[in-house]
C-alpha cells in the first residue's frame, strides 16, 4: 500500500485536490524550486548535527532520539526529535524556519498531529503535547497540545487520501476560493 507523508495531509486539508492531481494523474509540484522548502531541509542537517548532545531539560524531556523515521500502515514521516519525558509520555519536536508571530499555524499543528500518531502506534506511549522550535526567532519554543480528536482528524484525513488514490476518485476542491489564487494546479484544476 502507498504510504504518505505528513505534508500530503497539510495538502490534502488544503484542498484535496492535490492529492488527485499529484497522486492520481502524477503531475508534480516541483517545491524543489520554493527557498523556503530547500533552506527548511538544510537548516534540519545542522541542528541534527548542532544538537546531538544538547536535552531538552526545560520541558522534562529525559531522553531524545534525533532524525527519527517513523511508519504505520497508512504514515510515514521523519520527527526531527523524538522526545521521552520525564511523566511518562512523548513528544515531537519540530524546527521551523520560521519567525514566531503570535500564533501558530494550523499546518504545523497537523504536522505534529501526525507526528504524535506515528510516535504512539510506534512506542505505544501517550502523547499530549508537540513542540516547535521557530529558528529565525532565535529558537523560540512553543508548546503545542496534541488532543485525541486531533489525530483522530490526521487519520480520517490520511484514509480520504487512500481512497482517492486506490479509486481514482476526483474530489472536491477546498470551499475557500482564495486558496486557488496560487495554486500549482490552478491551469489544469475544473472548478
Known amino acids: 500500500m502507498f504510504s504518505i507523508t505528513p505534508s500530503h495531509i497539510i495538502e490534502h486539508l488544503y484542498c484535496p485536490r492535490y492529492t488527485y492531481f499529484e497522486y492520481v494523474l502524477r503531475i508534480p509540484q516541483n517545491e524543489e524550486k520554493y527557498y523556503k522548502v530547500m533552506r527548511g531541509r538544510e537548516l534540519h542537517l545542522q541542528r541534527a548535527k548542532q544538537n546531538a548532545a544538547y536535552l531538552r531539560r526545560r520541558i522534562g524531556a529525559i531522553d531524545k532520539r534525533l532524525n527519527q523515521y517513523l511508519t504505520n500502515e497508512l504514515l510515514r514521516g521523519e520527527v526531527d526529535e523524538v522526545l521521552w519525558l520525564s511523566d511518562g509520555a512523548m513528544a515531537p519536536l519540530d524546527f521551523k524556519f520560521a519567525k514566531y508571530e503570535g500564533k501558530v499555524y494550523e499546518t504545523y499543528k497537523t ?81
Open 111 to 191: 504536522q505534529l498531529y501526525c507526528y504524535a500518531w506515528l510516535i504512539e502506534e510506534n512506542f505505544g506511549k501517550p502523547v499530549n503535547r508537540g513542540f516547535l522550535v521557530y529558528t529565525r526567532s532565535q529558537n523560540k519554543l512553543v508548546e503545542v497540545a496534541v488532543e485525541k480528536e486531533a489525530v483522530a482528524r490526521v487519520q480520517q484525513a490520511a484514509e480520504r487520501i487512500h481512497r482517492i488514490i486506490r479509486q481514482n476518485y476526483y474530489p472536491k476542491a477546498t470551499r475557500y476560493k482564495k486558496r486557488c489564487l496560487n495554486c500549482t494546479y490552478r491551469n489544469v484544476c475544473i472548478k
